[in-house]
């Protein structure tokens, strides 16, 4: 069956990094498109950013341009999303998702990013 388990989650002050990574299992992780989707306390679910099976492209939403980074490692079936001068607003729940036909069919269980001093 399809698994995605995130991990890296944890405590930063603002200003610091963290790396978050996706493994995957029950599918043939280098033909999909993969995401990173966030969900803020008390907010909607946020896009965050996409790769493509092959890693030549990568999609960021405006405001976590120029600070994350996204890749792939499709050898070891890995999503990885490399966070850099964090801020308290990029708290959330992240979660890595599988791209299928314009949706998300699977998602991991998630991990806590906390920026706070």
């Known amino acids: 069956q399809v698994q995605l388990v995130e991990s890296g989650g944890g405590l930063v002050q603002p200003g610091g990094s963290l790396r978050l990574s996706c493994a995957a299992s029950g599918f043939t992780f280098s033909s999909y498109w993969m995401s990173w989707v966030r969900q803020a306390p008390g907010k909607g679910l946020e896009w965050v950013s996409a790769?493509?099976?092959?890693?030549?492209?990568?999609l960021y939403t405006g405001s976590v341009k120029g600070r994350f980074t996204i890749s792939r490692d499709n050898a070891k079936n890995t999503l990885s999303l490399q966070m850099t001068s964090l801020k308290p607003d990029d708290t959330a729940v992240y979660y890595c998702?599988?791209?299928?036909?314009?949706?998300?069919?699977?998602w991991g269980q998630g991990t806590q990013v906390t920026v706070s001093s």
């Open positions: 790769i493509d099976s092959g890693s030549g492209k990568t």
């Open positions: 998702a599988r791209d299928y036909a314009g949706r998300y069919d699977y």
